[in-house]
């Protein structure tokens, strides 16, 4: 028995991962939002028997203490499958490593998103068919519902399942802690990440969205690639008339997605994120591979690999998560690169994202006056911005590219 159970002191200590939640046996713990929709775990006193199995899962400030500096073995990675990397939000490396697992009878686990029917969630899922894979792919910039996904996947190992397991750093080591053993058949790929804002704010942001157009938003996808590779984001509409459209434009014209990229709506414990350095807890990591042309000016072409379509990095954390990027490289080109090359315009790989000046300014905001008050900041401070953007928007890729190539 504990005398106290206490699972942070301070909002700087807990992700939200869930572990706390999943482990206990009583259900006495449920994730609450706090007053502007952040999740914390609620600890219900009248069935809580201070066993303490929260605590010791709990492996957030733990993870302070690992410093693991050696050296990885990192490739720079492109799926050879057109409908794999038009899906994906960078090379399709997820997908590649999913449908790999999948094929042998594995199943998967990952961040799906709901549509507009089933309130625009984004929430854990396990899939068991390569079908469904599509679900999975492509980023969801918002914090992902964890549910009781932690006990299904040990439910799924315990049976004997090949499970692949992918999430944010700190997801992926809950569930590491919630496991509490190591599983020769679980494969974890854990994303890089810079921060995560809440569910409650992406909903309002697309609700408010909505009563500004004619008709209603069945999906938000945040990187499309119809028009090009990058922060281009597509909304699909319903209009009033049964018409299906899409808004197909820059993420930063969008408030929501503006204040995500510049780091101002995270949660507050991703500014001191312990995850965000080049010890990982996860067989392999992904992300994108930001500046590979201008790092590789004259190998891009040759092992077509390219910016256009989105270079995933992909770094190999354990034995096991060697043998799966081996598995996958038939399927895609790649090209050896380091730590060094891949965390250079990727600073999540070293330090977690600076906690902003106006980052309190906007959640004050949010509380008094609702999502509105949030577009209304977004107009008001970052109008400069908004223009660039704008502009931008207007210049062709083509052109774009060429005045680059001609800058140097
Ligand atoms: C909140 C967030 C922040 C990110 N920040 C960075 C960054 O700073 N630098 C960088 O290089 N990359 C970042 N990424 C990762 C990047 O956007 C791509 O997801 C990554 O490059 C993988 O691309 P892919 O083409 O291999 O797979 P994709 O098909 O694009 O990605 C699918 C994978 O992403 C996971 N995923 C998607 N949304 C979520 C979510 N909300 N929560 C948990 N898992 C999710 C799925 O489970 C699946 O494993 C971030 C992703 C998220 C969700």
């Given at each position: 028995m504990i005398e106290k159970i206490e699972l942070f002191k301070d909002k700087t200590e807990c992700c939200a991962c869930g572990a706390c939640e999943n482990i206990c046996s009583q259900n006495a713990i449920e994730m609450r939002e706090d007053e502007v929709g952040f999740l914390y775990p609620y600890i219900n006193k009248d069935k809580c028997i201070s066993c303490g199995a929260c605590m010791r899962v709990c492996g957030y400030k733990?993870?302070?203490?690992?410093?693991?500096?050696?050296?990885?073995?990192?490739?720079?990675?492109?799926?050879?499958?057109?409908?794999?990397?038009?899906?994906?939000?960078?090379?399709?490396?997820?997908?590649?490593?999913?449908?790999?697992?999948?094929?042998?009878?594995?199943?998967?686990?990952?961040?799906?998103?709901?549509?507009?029917?089933?309130g625009?969630t984004v929430h854990h899922?396990?899939?068991?068919?390569?079908?469904?894979?599509?679900?999975?792919?492509?980023?969801?910039?918002v914090q992902s519902d964890m549910g009781n996904i932690y006990k299904q996947?040990?439910?799924?190992?315990?049976?004997?399942?090949?499970?692949?397991?992918?999430g944010t750093?700190c997801q992926?080591d809950g569930l590491?802690n919630y496991?509490?053993?190591?599983?020769?058949?679980?494969?974890?790929?854990?994303?890089?990440?810079?921060?995560v804002p809440n569910q409650r704010m992406y909903k309002d942001?697309?609700?408010?969205?909505?009563?500004?157009?004619?008709?209603?938003?069945?999906?938000?996808?945040?990187?499309?690639?119809?028009?090009?590779?990058?922060?281009?984001?597509?909304?699909?509409?319903?209009?009033?008339?049964?018409?299906?459209?899409?808004?197909?434009?820059?993420?930063?014209?969008?408030?929501?997605?503006?204040?995500?990229?510049?780091?101002?709506?995270y949660r507050i414990n991703c500014?001191?994120?312990?995850?965000?350095?080049?010890?990982?807890?996860?067989?392999?990591?992904?992300?994108?591979?930001?500046?590979?042309?201008?790092?590789?000016?004259?190998?891009?072409?040759?092992?077509?690999?390219?910016?256009?379509?989105?270079?995933?990095?992909?770094?190999?954390?354990?034995?096991?998560?060697?043998?799966?990027?081996?598995?996958?490289?038939?399927?895609?080109?790649?090209?050896?690169?380091?730590?060094?090359?891949?965390?250079?315009?990727?600073?999540?790989?070293?330090?977690?994202?600076?906690?902003?000046?106006?980052?309190?300014?906007?959640i004050?905001?949010y509380a008094?006056?609702?999502?509105?008050?949030?577009?209304?900041?977004?107009?008001?401070?970052?109008?400069?911005?908004?223009?660039?953007?704008?502009?931008?928007?207007?210049?062709?890729?083509?052109?774009?590219?060429?005045?680059?190539?001609?800058?140097?």
């Amino acid at each position: 028995m504990i005398e106290k159970i206490e699972l942070f002191k301070d909002k700087t200590e807990c992700c939200a991962c869930g572990a706390c939640e999943n482990i206990c046996s009583q259900n006495a713990i449920e994730m609450r939002e706090d007053e502007v929709g952040f999740l914390y775990p609620y600890i219900n006193k009248d069935k809580c028997i201070s066993c303490g199995a929260c605590m010791r899962v709990c492996g957030y400030k733990k993870a302070n203490e690992d410093n693991d500096k050696s050296d990885k073995y990192v490739i720079a990675f492109s799926s050879k499958d057109d409908i794999v990397i038009s899906r994906s939000a960078s090379g399709g490396a997820f997908a590649e490593i999913a449908k790999e697992v999948l094929n042998e009878s594995g199943v998967v686990y990952g961040a799906v998103s709901d549509d507009r029917s089933n309130g625009w969630t984004v929430h854990h899922s396990r899939i068991d068919k390569v079908d469904d894979l599509k679900m999975m792919q492509g980023s969801k910039y918002v914090q992902s519902d964890m549910g009781n996904i932690y006990k299904q996947v040990r439910k799924d190992l315990d049976d004997g399942q090949k499970v692949l397991f992918s999430g944010t750093p700190c997801q992926v080591d809950g569930l590491n802690n919630y496991l509490m053993k190591k599983y020769d058949n679980l494969l974890t790929v854990d994303i890089i990440c810079h921060g995560v804002p809440n569910q409650r704010m992406y909903k309002d942001f697309l609700s408010y969205r909505e009563n500004h157009i004619d008709g209603t938003i069945e999906r938000f996808v945040f990187r499309d690639k119809s028009k090009g590779q990058g922060m281009i984001s597509r909304m699909d509409i319903k209009t009033n008339n049964s018409k299906s459209r899409s808004i197909i434009k820059k993420g930063e014209l969008y408030s929501y997605f503006y204040l995500f990229l510049k780091q101002h709506i995270y949660r507050i414990n991703c500014y001191s994120c312990p995850y965000a350095k080049q010890t990982r807890y996860s067989d392999i990591t992904i992300g994108d591979f930001w500046g590979f042309s201008s790092l590789y000016p004259n190998m891009a072409a040759s092992v077509e690999l390219t910016d256009s379509k989105g270079v995933s990095c992909v770094i190999v954390n354990s034995e096991k998560g060697m043998r799966a990027v081996d598995n996958i490289k038939q399927h895609c080109n790649c090209m050896e690169s380091t730590f060094e090359m891949a965390s250079k315009y990727n600073g999540q790989l070293k330090y977690p994202s600076r906690l902003t000046g106006v980052r309190q300014n906007i959640i004050d905001v949010y509380a008094d006056k609702g999502y509105a008050g949030i577009e209304h900041f977004y107009h008001t401070h970052f109008w400069k911005d908004r223009i660039k953007y704008f502009i931008s928007s207007l210049i062709p890729m083509k052109v774009k590219k060429k005045a680059k190539s001609l800058l140097g």
